[in-house]
């Protein structure tokens, strides 16, 4: 474990539907070390999706405050927003959200093109990213030639290739079967264990929950539990 990554103090986030208040997250306190691998659970509408959106700087909080690297990123203007998602957050999502024209490398090297990264130098990153990934020889493939474990892994190579302080995944199992699961779970617990990602990871799924050093549960916009476990491998 390292520094303090992310710390968020009495974190509030209220819709309004029809001129009613509806609170989604209801004075959430957390914090995450560098290095951390930390599932999030609950049921449909406890807050762990509103929660992971405000991580990724998706969204703002209604009141609180947000604290990554020691900086209030919830204060920040959209573009400031915008540049801390590009070069400090990686993501993942359930549905891989993959360009379909564009192949493997392309897909990846998206982030990279508003990066300080010169531009001769951004097609070996993501080529290297890729290899990584044991995809060398699928760079070139289009999403449509590929597994649907290896487009996950693309997508994971994707918030890779900027190095980012923090891997957030929603559900990044979905739409896997058991085998393409386990594989991409292991890849994570491999990234977290042996490169010191930090990774915040929301599922449903009490097995997949399990590769994580800790597990958060949200009930009611709340956190109503928070344990460490010792994490599959």
Same mark, same amino acid.
């Given at each position: 474990m390292g520094r303090t990554l992310i710390e968020v103090t009495d974190l509030w986030r209220v819709?309004?539907?029809?001129?009613?208040?509806?609170?989604?997250?209801?004075?959430?306190?957390?914090?995450i070390e560098e290095g951390e691998f930390?599932?999030?659970?609950?049921?449909?509408?406890?807050?762990?999706?509103?929660?992971?959106?405000?991580?990724?700087?998706?969204?703002?909080?209604?009141r609180g405050h947000y604290l990554l690297r020691g900086r209030d990123v919830a204060q920040?203007?959209?573009d400031d927003r915008a540049q801390v998602r590009n070069r400090e957050i990686g993501f993942v999502f359930q549905s891989f959200n993959l360009l379909p024209r564009a192949t493997a490398v392309e897909n990846v090297e998206l982030p990279l093109f508003y990066s300080p990264l010169p531009y001769r130098q951004q097609r070996p990153r993501a080529l290297e990213a890729l290899a990584a990934l044991g995809l060398a020889d699928r760079a070139h493939h289009y999403p449509n030639q590929l597994s649907g474990g290896q487009q996950q892994r693309v997508a994971i190579a994707r918030a890779l290739v900027n190095s980012p302080a923090?891997?957030?995944?929603?559900?990044?199992?979905?739409?896997?079967?058991?085998?393409?699961?386990?594989? *991409?779970? #292991?890849?994570?617990? /491999?990234?977290?264990?042996?490169?010191?990602?930090?990774?915040v990871l929301v599922t449903h799924e009490p097995d997949?929950?399990?590769?994580?050093?800790? *597990?958060? #549960?949200?009930?009611? /916009?709340a956190i109503i539990a928070d344990q460490p476990q010792e994490g599959r491998s």
């Amino acid at each position: 474990m390292g520094r303090t990554l992310i710390e968020v103090t009495d974190l509030w986030r209220v819709y309004t539907n029809g001129g009613v208040e509806v609170p989604a997250l209801r004075g959430v306190s957390l914090r995450i070390e560098e290095g951390e691998f930390v599932a999030v659970m609950g049921a449909s509408g406890s807050g762990k999706s509103t929660f992971l959106n405000l991580l990724g700087c998706l969204d703002r909080p209604t009141r609180g405050h947000y604290l990554l690297r020691g900086r209030d990123v919830a204060q920040l203007s959209a573009d400031d927003r915008a540049q801390v998602r590009n070069r400090e957050i990686g993501f993942v999502f359930q549905s891989f959200n993959l360009l379909p024209r564009a192949t493997a490398v392309e897909n990846v090297e998206l982030p990279l093109f508003y990066s300080p990264l010169p531009y001769r130098q951004q097609r070996p990153r993501a080529l290297e990213a890729l290899a990584a990934l044991g995809l060398a020889d699928r760079a070139h493939h289009y999403p449509n030639q590929l597994s649907g474990g290896q487009q996950q892994r693309v997508a994971i190579a994707r918030a890779l290739v900027n190095s980012p302080a923090l891997v957030l995944a929603d559900e990044p199992t979905g739409n896997l079967d058991s085998q393409a699961s386990a594989e *991409l779970m #292991q890849l994570l617990v /491999g990234l977290n264990r042996q490169r010191g990602v930090t990774i915040v990871l929301v599922t449903h799924e009490p097995d997949i929950a399990a590769y994580a050093r800790r *597990l958060v #549960q949200f009930r009611d /916009g709340a956190i109503i539990a928070d344990q460490p476990q010792e994490g599959r491998s």
